[in-house]
C-alpha cells in the first residue's frame, strides 16, 4: 500500500497497540512502540522462518533511516 500511494516515510505504532509480529510487519508498520514486543526476537525468528523477507526489513530500515539522515540526526556534533 505504501508503495501504491508513493508514501516514502515510516509507519510507527501507536503506543502499546500493536499485537502482531508477522502480520504487522508484512502488512506495513515499520517500527513498533514504544518498545519492541512484537518486532524483537519475534521478528528476528520471523525472518529466520522465512515468514517477513529480508527485503521487508531492509525497507522499514530505508523508511526510518532515511529521514533521520536527511535531517542530520546521525551527525556528530
Same mark, same amino acid.
Not at 508503495?3 to 502488512?27: I, K
Not at 515499520?30 to 525497507?59: C, H, T, W
Given at each position: 500500500? %505504501?508503495?501504491?500511494?508513493?508514501? /516514502?516515510?515510516?509507519?510507527? /505504532?501507536?503506543?502499546?497497540?500493536?499485537? /502482531?509480529? =508477522?502480520?504487522?510487519?508484512?502488512?506495513?508498520? !515499520? @517500527?513498533?512502540?514504544? =518498545?519492541? %514486543?512484537? *518486532?524483537? !526476537?519475534?521478528? %528476528? #525468528?520471523?525472518?529466520?522462518?522465512? @515468514? =517477513?523477507? #529480508? !527485503? $521487508?526489513?531492509?525497507?522499514? =530500515?530505508? $523508511?526510518?533511516?532515511?529521514?533521520?539522515?536527511?535531517?542530520? *540526526?546521525? !551527525? @556528530?556534533?
Amino acid at each position: 500500500m %505504501k508503495h501504491t500511494m508513493n508514501f /516514502s516515510g515510516w509507519v510507527m /505504532s501507536d503506543w502499546w497497540a500493536h499485537m /502482531s509480529t =508477522v502480520n504487522g510487519m508484512n502488512n506495513g508498520c !515499520d @517500527q513498533e512502540m514504544p =518498545v519492541a %514486543k512484537y *518486532f524483537g !526476537d519475534q521478528l %528476528k #525468528e520471523a525472518v529466520l522462518n522465512k @515468514q =517477513v523477507s #529480508e !527485503d $521487508r526489513i531492509n525497507d522499514a =530500515v530505508l $523508511r526510518i533511516l532515511t529521514p533521520m539522515i536527511q535531517m542530520g *540526526f546521525l !551527525d @556528530q556534533k
